[in-house]
């Protein structure tokens, strides 16, 4: 793939996730959505390949990658399956992200080696009931008291929160009330063996249903005040400033579901015969094919691009917002089309085209709202 932003190493590690991801990831993508099942085994096989810490350095066990192969690793897994690549996404990016870029040495030392690695995986705490879109409107609460957080509340639709690999959760807690009704906002480290913890897996989505996707409950947990992340009342900055980053990789993901989806229209439609040729050979769907090939063309370097910027140390936060809206509404527009591409065939279970339509309408919800991330981009024209 030729383009400004990418080095043959780029090139070469492309080429690596995806002979794991046609390995591994394939052959029980199907089989695993439809039962609903989140794989330990093959969560344990990506972080043996390295996709678990991508871009922390080795001196805490990663593989100190940058960005860029983050989002290439990303955008390969979901041209596959995105449950998977909804795993290595979360971890990379809101996982230990928060914990490397914010966190003390000792906790960089103490928590990233095995995050990094794959031996566990860590969550990122920030949406609730009332706590999404408006992400200040935070209910759970820490309350200092003898040198221990003591948190209340609960968490939703948390990803990598609720399996046997989950070490840990990273938490936007309300920290202190001002007199003037104002709230702090702080964010702590939790670690998943607390007691007055409870955690449950949420079953029977439309996608990423091979997911770990949970709903966490909080009841007086303590924890050591030493798990602050930052400096206290900071929370809401860090995790903006996560989200930004978070975004490219949700851009990532849309942008593998719209090329998988693509990949598999075209070869269908260079077999698929009617009225004596392939059907690719009629303009209707030629020029289908024509226009998802743009689009994802776009995406693509619109997404590099903003990667690039963040890479170099450049303002990169509009830029971020504008690649995940074009890409995860690319996913949606070339999803669709290649299911109108196979017919009646796009719409059973046992085509790759029926789950990136699922998996990628996610997308343009998470990590900001298709509106909220128009609001993002209108506020710095």
């Known amino acids: 793939m030729i383009s400004p932003y990418l080095t043959p190493e780029h090139d070469q590690f492309r080429r690596e996730v995806r002979a794991f991801a046609e390995q591994h990831i394939r052959p029980v993508a ?41 989002v290439i690793a990303v955008e390969e897994i979901c041209c596959i399956d995105g449950s998977q690549g909804s795993t290595v996404a979360a971890h990379n990016s809101l996982g230990v992200g928060p914990i ?29 009931k009332n706590a999404g879109s408006d992400s200040r409107g935070t209910e759970t609460t820490a309350e200092l008291k003898d040198g221990h957080w003591h948190i209340n509340g609960e968490k939703l639709f948390i990803s990598n929160a609720t399996s046997s690999l989950s070490a840990g959760v990273t938490l936007q807690c309300i920290t202190r009330h001002h007199d003037n009704g104002q709230k702090e906002y702080s964010t702590i480290l939790m670690e998943s063996d607390r007691q007055g913890f409870s955690r449950e897996p949420i079953k029977d989505k439309l996608m990423w249903r091979a997911g ?15 798990n602050l992340l930052g400096q206290r009342g900071s929370g809401s900055r860090m995790m903006l400033e996560t ?11 849309g942008l593998g ?17 009617q009225f004596g040729k392939p059907i690719n050979r009629f303009q209707a769907i030629g020029f289908k094919l024509a226009d998802m090939a743009t689009s994802i063309h776009a995406a693509r370097n619109m997404l590099y691009h903003a990667t690039w910027l963040k890479m170099n140390g450049h303002p990169f936060s509009r830029e971020a917002a504008m690649a995940k809206l074009f890409c995860t509404e690319t996913a949606s527009r070339v999803t669709d089309e290649a299911i109108q591409i196979f017919g009646a065939y796009g719409l059973l279970k046992d085509n790759e085209v029926e789950r990136h339509f699922r998996d990628q309408r996610i997308l343009r919800i998470g990590e900001g709202t298709s509106e909220i991330i128009r609001l993002v981009i209108a506020r710095t024209l």
Do not use: C
Request: hydrophobic share 40%; charged share 25%; aromatic share 8%.
């Open 243 to 253: 989200l930004d980053s978070g975004r490219l990789s949700v851009a990532a993901m």
């Open 30 to 70: 199907a089989a695993l959505d439809e039962k609903g099942e989140f794989s330990t085994a093959l969560t344990r096989k990506m972080g043996d390949a390295g996709l678990l810490g991508l871009t922390i350095p080795e001196a805490f066990g990663g593989r100190g990658l940058d960005y860029l192969s983050l």
């Open 100 to 128: 490397y870029n914010f966190g003390t040495e000792e906790q960089k030392k103490r928590l990233l080696p095995d995050l990094a690695s794959g031996k566990k995986v860590w969550a990122f705490g920030l949406t609730e």
């Open 212 to 226: 770990d996707t949970g709903k966490l409950t909080f009841k007086d947990v303590r924890v050591p005040e030493g």
């Open 257 to 273: 579901h719209a090329q998988g989806a693509f990949q598999a229209a075209n070869q269908y439609a260079k077999k698929r015969k």
